[in-house]
C-alpha cells in the first residue's frame, strides 16, 4: 500500500515514503504532488514547483539529480520501469463486469430472453419424448387438461426446466465475456441482446404443442391462447428477422447468406430444373388436389358409414334428382306434400342448374360430395392469382396454403351437402376477375355466386361499398351493389314468400316475428337489444375461431373490417338458431372468401410499412402458425379433436366395417325391390342412400303418402313404421336380420 504524502513536508518536495523492502518485488512509485499555494506568491518569490519528479528506487540513467523540480508547462518524463521488474496486479478479471446502468439493462434483457429460449427448448424436448425416467405415468396430455403427474416426475421436470434456463443464463454470460478486451461494454451487452433476438422463436414450439394437446379446454380458451400464440410468433419472427438483416451477428450473417444463396438459386432457371413459376403453381396444384381428394374421402367415407341424414344431403339429392327430371326446386324430403319450387321458401339456389350437367354424368349423394369438394378446393386458385399481384409468389402460395388448412371451412365441407361452398368458390373467382380486368368473367362467376344463397347479395353489397370508399372500379362497383341490393330485396320480399314453407326460426324481433323484415326491424327500433345480443361469450368465440387463423390481419388496414359485416344480420343478430354461431356448420363461408382477400390486401399494406421485410416475415409466420394450430385443433387433415361436421363430430378416419358394408349391400337390395315410380319412405341416416329417386321421403316426417317404407330398426323415425305395420295399411315385404333393415309395403285395395 502506499502512504499519504507527509504533511510537515517542505512545500513543492514530496515525501519519498519508506525505503522499499528487500523483496524481489519493489513497492510502488509514489506519485507526484501538484501542491496548489494559499496565496499568490511575492513578486521576489521563485516560480511556483508545477510538478515533483517521483523519486525511484533505482539509479538514474545519468547524473541529473532525482527529484529536480520541472518548470511549469513542461510535459515530465515518461517513467518507464526495467523489464525486470513486474507491474502491480490489477483487478483485470472486474473490467468485463463493470456496466454502465443503461448497459446493464439492455444486458438483463437479453439475458431473459436467452433463459426464456433456454427455458422452451427444454419444455419442448420433455413433449416430445414423453418421459423423463420418473417412476409413474407421464402422459403430456393428462398433464396439460388435468395437472396429472406423478410428484417425482413433476420435481424432474422443476430440475429439466430450471437446468434449461441455466443454461440460458450462462450462455448470456459468456456472450458478455467473449472478447471482453476488444468490444466495449455496450457493445457487448449489445451483442446479448441481439442474440436473444434472434433466438426468440425459438420458444415457440413449446407454446403450441400443449395447446394442440389440450383436448378438454373449452373453446374460447383455446381459441384465446391460439390467438396469444399467433400475436406472439408475429412478434417474435419480426424481431428476429431485423436481426438477420442487420446481420451484426455471425449466425445473423449466416442465416442471411444462407437465405440469399436460397433466393438466387430460386430465381435463377436451370437447365433441368423448374423455374419458379413452374415449382409455385406445382405446390398450388397439389394443394389443391390433396385439399379435393382427401375431403372427397373423407364425407365419402363419413356417408358409407351412415354418418349422413334426410334432413340436407338426402333432401338435396332428391331436389337435383327431381330438377334433372323437370321439377326443379322439389324435394319430398323437406316438403313431403310440396309441389315443384317449394324448397325456394327455404334459399334461392338457382345455381343448381349449373351443377345439373356435372350432377346427370352420375347422378348420386357421393356425387355432390365429391363436387362440393371441388368447389372449396379450386378457391385456393384465384386467390393465389389476387394476391400474387401484390405480394411475393411464395407468400401469396403460403395464403393460399392457409386457406385450403381454414377450420372453419373444414367443418362446413363435413357438413353433408349445401350451396355455401360453391358461393365461396364463386366469390373468389368473381373478385378475382374483377381484380384483373376481366368484365365478362366477372359477371359470370358474380351471377353464379349470388344463385347459391340470396345472403351472398348482402356481402356484394358491402364489397361494393368498400371499393366505392376506396376508389376502386367505381363503375364495377355501383353496378355490383345495386344489383346485389335489387337482387336481395327481389328474392326475400316478392319471390320466397310466393312458395310453400317458412324462413327457420333464426331472428327475432320484439314481437316475436322470425322474419329477416323482423331482425331489420330490431336493429332499427330497439338497438339496445341488438348490443345486447352481439356481445355474448359464444359470438366472441366465433369472432376469435373465424378471424384467429388468419392472424387478424382484416383489422390491421382501414375499412378492411368491413370484410366481416356480411356476418352482421346472419349470424350475430340471430336469437333462435344456435348453429349460425358454430363453426360446425354452413354460415361460416359467407365471409371467409372476403377474410381472406382482405388478408392479402392486410400483407401487402404491411410490405410497403417501414421495414416490411421483416414486418412481413413476422405477418406471414403468424399465418402459418395460427394456420396451423387450429387445422390441428378444429381442421379435418386429420380431424382434430374439436373437429364436427354440422351436428356430428368427425371421427378419425378408419375403413368400413363389415356389418357397414353389408348393410350398405341390403339397402341396395332392398331397394330394388321398389319401383322406380313409387314415393319411398326411409330412416333418417338410411335415405341418402336411396334420395335418388324422384319420391324419397324421410320418415322423420311420418309415412303419410308413402308406398314403400324401408327402415333400421335404430333408426331415427322408426316408430312411424311400427305404427303403420300396426295399423294393418302396411305388410312386411322382407327383412334382413343382420342389419336389422324391413321393407314395407302398401297393401292394395
Known amino acids: 500500500m502506499s502512504e499519504r504524502p507527509d504533511p510537515d513536508a517542505p512545500a513543492g518536495q514530496a515525501h519519498a515514503g519508506p525505503e522499499p523492502e528487500p523483496a524481489d518485488v519493489p513497492a510502488a512509485v509514489p506519485a507526484a504532488v501538484v501542491p496548489v499555494p494559499p496565496f499568490p506568491p511575492a513578486s521576489d518569490a521563485p516560480p511556483p514547483v508545477a510538478y515533483v519528479a517521483p523519486v525511484s528506487p533505482f539509479p538514474p540513467a545519468s547524473d541529473a539529480p532525482l527529484g529536480e523540480p520541472i518548470a511549469a508547462g513542461a510535459r515530465p518524463p515518461a517513467f518507464e520501469a526495467p523489464a525486470d521488474v513486474a507491474r502491480p496486479r490489477k483487478r483485470r478479471w472486474l473490467r468485463p463486469w463493470r456496466l454502465s446502468p443503461r448497459d446493464l439493462a439492455v444486458f438483463l434483457r437479453g439475458a431473459l430472453l436467452l433463459t426464456t429460449v433456454g427455458v422452451s427448448v427444454v419444455a419442448f424436448f420433455v413433449n416430445l419424448t414423453g418421459s423423463l425416467g420418473a417412476h409413474g405415468v407421464w402422459n403430456l396430455s393428462d398433464f396439460v387438461n388435468h395437472n396429472t403427474l406423478a410428484q417425482r416426475a413433476r420435481l424432474q421436470v422443476i430440475i429439466a426446466l430450471a ?10 454470460l459468456a456472450l458478455l465475456r467473449w472478447r ?3 468490444r466495449g461494454a455496450t457493445a457487448r451487452a449489445a ?7 434472434l433466438l426468440w422463436p425459438l420458444m415457440l414450439p413449446s407454446l403450441a404443442w400443449p395447446l394442440v394437446l389440450a383436448t378438454e379446454w373449452d373453446p374460447f380458451s383455446r381459441v384465446a391462447g391460439i390467438t396469444v400464440l399467433a400475436l406472439l410468433t408475429e412478434l417474435c419472427v419480426r424481431t428476429a428477422a431485423r436481426e438477420v438483416g442487420t446481420g451484426r451477428l455471425a449466425l445473423a450473417r449466416v442465416l442471411s447468406n444462407a437465405g440469399q444463396a436460397v433466393a438466387r438459386a430460386w430465381s435463377r432457371p436451370r437447365r433441368g430444373v423448374a423455374t419458379e413459376s413452374a415449382v409455385i403453381f406445382t405446390a398450388l396444384f397439389l394443394g389443391v388436389a390433396f385439399y379435393a381428394v382427401w375431403m372427397s374421402w373423407g364425407t365419402i367415407l363419413q356417408h358409407r358409414q351412415f354418418g349422413t341424414s334426410a334432413a340436407d344431403l338426402g333432401g338435396y339429392d332428391t331436389m337435383f334428382f327431381n330438377a334433372l327430371h323437370g321439377h326443379p326446386f322439389r324435394s319430398p324430403a323437406v316438403f313431403p306434400k310440396g309441389p315443384s319450387g317449394a324448397t325456394l321458401s327455404l334459399h334461392a339456389e338457382l345455381t343448381m342448374f349449373a351443377l345439373l350437367p356435372l350432377y346427370a354424368l352420375h347422378p348420386g349423394a357421393e356425387t355432390l360430395l365429391v363436387l362440393q369438394a371441388l368447389a372449396l378446393a379450386s378457391g385456393a386458385i384465384p386467390l393465389y392469382r389476387f394476391a400474387a399481384r401484390r405480394l411475393p409468389r411464395p407468400i401469396a402460395l403460403v395464403l393460399a396454403l392457409a386457406y385450403l388448412l381454414y377450420a372453419p371451412m373444414h367443418e362446413a365441407n363435413f ?3 349445401h350451396f355455401g361452398p360453391f358461393a365461396l368458390a364463386f366469390a373468389l373467382w368473381a373478385v378475382d376477375m374483377l381484380d384483373a380486368g376481366r368484365p365478362v368473367l366477372f359477371g359470370l362467376f358474380f351471377a353464379l355466386a349470388l344463385g347459391c344463397r340470396e345472403e351472398v347479395a348482402v356481402a356484394f353489397a358491402v364489397l361494393g361499398v368498400y371499393l366505392l370508399l376506396r376508389g376502386q372500379h367505381a363503375r364495377a362497383a355501383v353496378a355490383m351493389t345495386v344489383v346485389s341490393v335489387a337482387y336481395f330485396l327481389i328474392i326475400k320480399l316478392v319471390v320466397m314468400p310466393r312458395f310453400e314453407g317458412a324462413w327457420f326460426d333464426a331472428y327475432k324481433d320484439p314481437t316475436g316475428e322470425s322474419t329477416y323484415v323482423g331482425a331489420i326491424r330490431t336493429m332499427l327500433v330497439n338497438p ?16 376469435l375461431l373465424v378471424l384467429a387463423p388468419v392472424a387478424f390481419l382484416p383489422l390491421r388496414r382501414d375499412l378492411l373490417w368491413m370484410a366481416l359485416l356480411p356476418a352482421l344480420p346472419f349470424a350475430l343478430v340471430t336469437a333462435g338458431y344456435g348453429p349460425t354461431l358454430q363453426l360446425a356448420f354452413q354460415y361460416v363461408l359467407l365471409y371467409v372468401p372476403f377474410v381472406f382477400l382482405s388478408s392479402a390486401v392486410a400483407l401487402a399494406a404491411v410490405r410497403r410499412a417501414p421495414n416490411g421485410r421483416a414486418r412481413l416475415a413476422g405477418a406471414v409466420a403468424a399465418l402459418a402458425m395460427a394456420s396451423i394450430v387450429t387445422t390441428r385443433v378444429w381442421g379435418a387433415m386429420p380431424p382434430g379433436d374439436q373437429c364436427s361436421g354440422g351436428f356430428r363430430d368427425i371421427p378419425k378416419r378408419r375403413a368400413t366395417t363389415p356389418l357397414e358394408g353389408q348393410k350398405t349391400r341390403d339397402l341396395a337390395a332392398l331397394a330394388a ?5 313409387a314415393a319411398l319412405a326411409a330412416t333418417e341416416t338410411e335415405q341418402p342412400h336411396l334420395s335418388t329417386r324422384v319420391d324419397a321421403l324421410a320418415l322423420r316426417n311420418g309415412y303419410e303418402g308413402a308406398d314403400y317404407i324401408l327402415y333400421a330398426d335404430d333408426g331415427a323415425g322408426a316408430e312411424f313404421a311400427r305404427q303403420a305395420l300396426a295399423s294393418g295399411a302396411y305388410e312386411i315385404v322382407e327383412s334382413r336380420p343382420a342389419t336389422r333393415l324391413s321393407l314395407l309395403r302398401k297393401k292394395k285395395r
Open 163 to 172: 437446468a434449461g434456463g441455466l443454461a440460458g443464463g450462462v450462455a448470456a
Open 180 to 182: 471482453s478486451r476488444e
Open 191 to 197: 451483442r446479448v441482446l441481439r442474440a436473444g433476438r
Open 415 to 417: 357438413y353433408e351437402f
Open 528 to 543: 339496445l337489444y341488438v348490443w345486447k345480443s352481439l356481445i355474448n361469450l359464444p359470438k366472441l368465440a366465433l369472432f
Open 673 to 677: 325391390k321398389v319401383p322406380k315410380d
